[in-house]
Each structure stands twice: as structure tokens, then as C-alpha cells.
T-cell receptor
């Protein structure tokens, strides 16, 4: 079941630069998307979300872009900080299809080097 | 900041034994969930619970699993007869509303079945 795909298992960036994490989805019923950050042996921590009626949502250093026609979303972190080093999960839900459950991608491990 | 709390943080159990994982969702939240993550795999949805009943469950959530809200604050996941493949990190989560609402996760309960 690959409804949500994060094709890059890892990403390494320099402190102060932009981190761009990508996510693709296949299910057109998805209409709400979230990004979570996760440290080992801890629960996912909510970062930012976007509804399908928008194409951009910004919160401080974090911006999520949604391209519905391409079924693609991305998370931009600017500027990246060493404390951002973690695994980032993209998740999607499709309540209009009757489901509120989150479907997760496999995650991308971000390393921000000082 | 309100958070979802889970106990125990780690439990080791013999195959075939019953396990109960406990969660205290965020106090004004109405929707409750269990997810799990087997080591090295995706975070997977197990079950959602609203208004004292299961609203959705996955294929993983078979007859050996059950959920209960025994009082106004706790939400439990019971695994009746554990199998080796039940070894995973189990995350409880909650949200204020259903659709389009952020789901907040607890720190997880690591279950090891031996």
C-alpha cells in the first residue's frame, strides 16, 4: 500500500540553508495533509498541515506547498537548524471519502549539519 | 501545552499473554486513535474511536484487538493473545474534531513480545 510516498529516505543540508522534503500521493480522495517530525523512540510531533482548498500554508520557518494536479506536496524549512534533524513524515487523510485515518509515508531523515 | 500521555513506555510480554496499553488523550478531544509502527516500517493506522464506539478500523485490527474508554479520561488498547509480530511501538492519538483537525500523538508504548 503506497498511497503516500516519500521517495527520499534521507536528506542532508547545511545549517542556514533551505531543506525541501517531498511527498507524493496517489489517492485523489485525500484532502487534508500533515507533516510530522519524529525523533527515535518518540511519538510524531505535528508541524504543519494544509487543506486541499489551499496551495500554500506557512508557519514560521515551515511552509507546505500543495500541487493537487501533480498530487505532490513539499515541506520547506528556512533557515534549517541542527535541531531540525529528525525523521519527517508526510501524512494524508480523506474525510470526504469517509475516512479520517492518517495514511503515512515512510519518512525522510533530515540531517542539518552545523 | 496539553499532551497525550501513554503507559507503559515499554512492556515485554510472553507470546500468548494479554496486554493492555493505556492512554490519556488531551482533555477536550473527542476523537481517539491507535496507530503502530513496526521497527523500520511505516506508522500504520489501527483504529479510531468516537462517541464510545469504533468509527473505523484497519485490517490489522482483528478480533485479538479491542479498545475501550473505561472512564472519562482513559483510552485503552487490549491485545488478547499476543504474537511475535505484534512487537511494535504503539501510538495513541487524539483530535478535537474529526475531519480536517490535527491529530496529536503520544510518546508511544514499545511492546516486545518474546
Amino acid at each position: 500500500d503506497q498511497q503516500v510516498k516519500q521517495n527520499s529516505p534521507s536528506l542532508s543540508v547545511q545549517e542556514g540553508r533551505i531543506s525541501i522534503l517531498n511527498c507524493d500521493y496517489t489517492n485523489s480522495m485525500f484532502d487534508y495533509f500533515l507533516w510530522y517530525k519524529k525523533y527515535p523512540a518518540e511519538g510524531p510531533t505535528f508541524l504543519i498541515s494544509i487543506s486541499s482548498i489551499k496551495d500554500k500554508n506557512e508557519d514560521g520557518r515551515f511552509t507546505v506547498f500543495l500541487n493537487k494536479s501533480a498530487k505532490h506536496l513539499s515541506l520547506h524549512i528556512v533557515p534549517s537548524q541542527p535541531g531540525d534533524s529528525a525523521v519527517y513524515f508526510c501524512a494524508a487523510s480523506g474525510a470526504q471519502g469517509g475516512s479520517e485515518k492518517l495514511v503515512f509515508g515512510k519518512g525522510t531523515k533530515l540531517t542539518v549539519n552545523p | 501545552e496539553p499532551e497525550v500521555t501513554q503507559t507503559p513506555s515499554h512492556q515485554v510480554t510472553q507470546m500468548g499473554q494479554e496486554v493492555i496499553l493505556r492512554c490519556v488523550p488531551i482533555s477536550n478531544h473527542l476523537y481517539f486513535y491507535w496507530y503502530r509502527q513496526i521497527l523500520g516500517q511505516k506508522v500504520e493506522f489501527l483504529v479510531s474511536f468516537y462517541n464510545n464506539e469504533i468509527s473505523e478500523k484497519s485490517e490489522i485490527f482483528d478480533d485479538q484487538f479491542s479498545v475501550e474508554r473505561p472512564d472519562g479520561s482513559n483510552f485503552t488498547l487490549k491485545i488478547r493473545s499476543t504474537k511475535l509480530e505484534d512487537s511494535a511501538m504503539y501510538f495513541c492519538a487524539s483530535s478535537q474534531q474529526g475531519y480536517g483537525n490535527t491529530i496529536y500523538f503520544g510518546e508511544g508504548s514499545w511492546l516486545t513480545v518474546v
